[in-house]
């Protein structure tokens, strides 16, 4: 694929993604699922692969967590000094949402 087509495909998904989330605001602001979550934060696939796994992982091992424990991984996840704990906490609430690992999210945000 040649940069034109690219840059003519980026700016498309980035016009898709601001959509998506003034829709979101708009109509339904309470709304927060994993990939709402994800996409409005702009994980990437590999970030999103890496929490996947991290929050399998203690689910697996019946591991509990703290929400700043969490949240330093998130960090290191996403290869930041700092997120905001809203993000954080957002992204939580999308995969208690969404139905998955409702009571390792809920013992992470009660931990808040």
């Given at each position: 694929?040649?940069?034109?087509?690219?840059?003519?495909?980026?700016?498309?998904?980035?016009?898709?993604?601001?959509?998506?989330?003034?829709?979101?605001?708009t109509?339904?602001?309470?709304?927060?699922?994993?990939?709402?979550?994800?996409l409005?934060?702009?994980?990437?696939?590999?970030?999103?692969?890496?929490?996947?796994?991290?929050?399998?992982?203690?689910?697996?091992?019946?591991?509990?967590?703290?929400?700043?424990?969490?949240?330093?991984?998130?960090?290191?996840?996403?290869?930041?000094?700092?997120?905001?704990?809203?993000?954080?906490?957002?992204?939580?609430?999308?995969?208690?949402?969404?139905?998955?690992?409702?009571?390792?999210?809920?013992?992470?945000?009660?931990?808040?």
């Open positions: 694929m040649n940069s034109l087509n690219q840059e003519a495909l980026d700016h498309e998904l980035l016009l898709i993604k601001q959509s998506i989330d003034m829709l979101r605001e109509l339904a602001p309470d709304l927060k699922t994993r990939d709402l979550m994800l409005r934060y702009g994980y990437t696939v590999n970030e999103t692969r890496e929490l996947d796994r991290y929050f399998y992982e203690l689910f697996q091992s019946k591991t509990s967590v703290s929400f700043e424990d969490y949240h330093q991984k998130v960090c290191k996840i996403r290869g930041l000094l700092h997120i905001s704990k809203i993000q954080t906490e957002d992204i939580l609430i999308g995969y208690k949402a969404s139905g998955l690992y409702i009571q390792l999210m809920s013992e992470i945000l009660r931990s808040k």
